[in-house]
């Protein structure tokens, strides 16, 4: 087998195909260490502690402490997340370097549908499995290119803290960084096309998470339709029409978080006969695209962009690759999870209220917020709900969300629950231990368990 691309996704199907006895090589140019680790999950991580940490020393008098002053250091911030990233990346730098694996460490581009290209080298396999990953989307808005931006890619390397920042994009990319610099003291505006920021999500979810952003003094506009970027170098202006009105804002730096698009760029996929679709590798249930012996996983199928699910389709896909006569595995979209680690964060799991509208699926849905949650209360952290959705005859739970402290924790209790096939009821019987946050999770569940005991 041949993996094409050596991040979370490729990795995890090389290993599994391993396991399962194939002879295994990666081709993958480098930087080794793929995205979650070097310039996505991780990195976004780690400088998000240090906001966190200075939002709770403004907050130094609540807690009965004499106020501190928080200047920040950002070329500090940048070398606690560099020395991090350096070490996960090399441990996986030594994972792709096992000799249980050829690696070649170049560009891959097919051939033909059993042949690529590596470096100098042509290389041939019974299967392959595609994991090139994403890269930022480029949109046409005038002038921007011009202006200049910077990409998350960028922005995370930047040492000098700027006074201020527009963000381009109200998803999780814009949402984290925008809160990372307004913590550490940049003025920050962002401006988002939807009439909330996650215009995926139920509303419920982006207009409380803006709430919160905007008493933290964040700048947060929606409906907003983007005109033209005009300056340059510390003064870059966009044009924007909201409410009806033309209006502007100048920083003096600019994160462009409209989006990713799959990388697919110089593989050559038409000469491997493999179907894409507006840049997307198209798959099926199996992972497998258009040709029988090539799968694709990971960002690469623009399906999903978070990288459990990135590491659970690689090892499907390294398993049915390596099982072409027995039955396949298939990737089970129940259990999708995502949290972004804004403060507050937002976690859901399952299905969310516009999805079960769209499918015609009936739910019951109770919510709870945090402000009214003793041990929320405690520790000063008010902002947020919980939200669960029951099937109505039976309280099974269908998805939940938690806008709120340590969201993407509490999440996994009902990612455990949801797992088991479990309903309100088991929630609401499950022992709670006082106080912790986790016990808001059975408010909404008794609300539930005693309407499906109603109807
Ligand atoms: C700022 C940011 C923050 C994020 N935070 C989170 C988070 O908190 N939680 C979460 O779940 N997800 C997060 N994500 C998403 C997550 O990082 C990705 O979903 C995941 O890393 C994708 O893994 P992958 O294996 O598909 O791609 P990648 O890890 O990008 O791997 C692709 C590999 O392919 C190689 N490659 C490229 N072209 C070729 C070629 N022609 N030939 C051979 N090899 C090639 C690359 O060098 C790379 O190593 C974040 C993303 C961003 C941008
Ligand atoms: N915590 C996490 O798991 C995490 C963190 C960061 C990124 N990611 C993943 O990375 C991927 C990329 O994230 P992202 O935030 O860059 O992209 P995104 O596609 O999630 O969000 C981009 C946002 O920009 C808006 N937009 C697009 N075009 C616009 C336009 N012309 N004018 C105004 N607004 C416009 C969209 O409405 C959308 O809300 C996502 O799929 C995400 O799942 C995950």
Do not use: W
């Not at 990372?180 to 996650?198: D, P, Y």
């Not at 510390?234 to 502007?248: D, M, N, P």
């Not at 595995?329 to 079960?356: H, M, N, W």
């Amino acid at each position: 087998m041949i993996v094409i691309g050596g991040g979370s996704a490729g990795y995890a199907a090389a290993r599994t195909a391993r396991d399962s006895g194939a002879d295994v090589a990666i081709v993958d140019p480098g930087p080794l260490g793929g995205l979650c680790i070097l310039r996505g999950c991780m990195p976004t991580k780690t400088i998000l502690r240090s906001a966190e940490v200075a939002a709770l020393m403004r907050r130094a008098g609540e807690f009965g402490f004499a106020p501190v002053e928080v200047r920040s250091r950002l070329g500090a911030i940048v070398d606690r997340k560099n020395t991090l990233v350096r070490e996960f990346a090399d441990y996986r730098i030594q994972q792709l370097r096992d000799p249980a694996f050829t690696l070649y460490e170049s560009a891959a581009r097919f051939i033909s549908p059993q042949l690529i290209q590596a470096g100098s080298r042509h290389l041939t396999a019974r299967s392959f499995i595609l994991a090139t990953g994403s890269i930022p989307r480029d949109v046409p808005i005038p002038g921007l290119r011009e202006a200049g931006y910077l990409t998350s890619d960028e922005l995370l390397d930047v040492r000098e803290q700027p006074d201020s920042l527009i963000v381009l994009g109200g998803g999780p990319v814009g949402l984290e960084l925008g809160q990372f610099f307004s913590r550490i003291g940049t003025r920050v505006t962002l401006l988002q096309r939807s009439l909330h920021v996650l215009s995926h999500l139920d509303d419920d979810i982006g207009s409380t998470l803006e709430q919160a952003l905007r008493e933290d003094g964040m700048e947060v506009l929606t409906g907003v339709s983007l005109l033209r970027a005009s300056g340059g170098g510390r003064a870059k202006t966009v044009e924007f029409l909201h409410q009806g009105e033309t209006k502007s804002v100048t920083g003096a730096e600019m994160l462009q978080a409209l989006g990713r698009r799959p990388n697919i760029d110089g593989l050559q996929l038409g000469a491997a006969g493999v179907k894409v679709d507006e840049d997307r590798v198209v798959v099926d249930g199996t992972l497998r695209t258009s040709q029988p012996h090539i799968f694709a996983v990971g960002d690469v199928t623009n399906l999903y962009d978070i990288v459990h699910i990135a590491i659970q389709q690689g090892e499907l896909a390294g398993f049915n690759a390596c099982h072409p006569h027995g039955p396949p595995k298939e990737f089970d979209d129940r259990l999708v999870t995502e949290v972004i680690f804004t403060d507050p964060q937002v976690a859901v799991v399952g299905l969310s209220e516009k999805a079960c509208r769209a499918r015609g699926v009936p739910y019951l849905t109770a919510s709870y917020p945090f402000a009214d949650h003793g041990k929320a209360m405690v520790l000063g952290s008010t902002r947020g709900f919980v939200k669960l959705l029951a099937a109505p005859e039976t309280g099974r739970l269908l998805g939940a969300a938690v806008v709120g402290p340590e969201a993407g924790e509490l999440i996994h209790e009902l990612i455990a629950v949801m797992y088991y096939h479990g309903t309100v009821q088991d929630l609401v019987r499950m022992p709670h231990y006082h106080p912790t946050l986790a016990e808001i999770l059975t408010y909404p569940a008794e609300s539930l368990a005693e309407q499906v005991r109603r109807a």
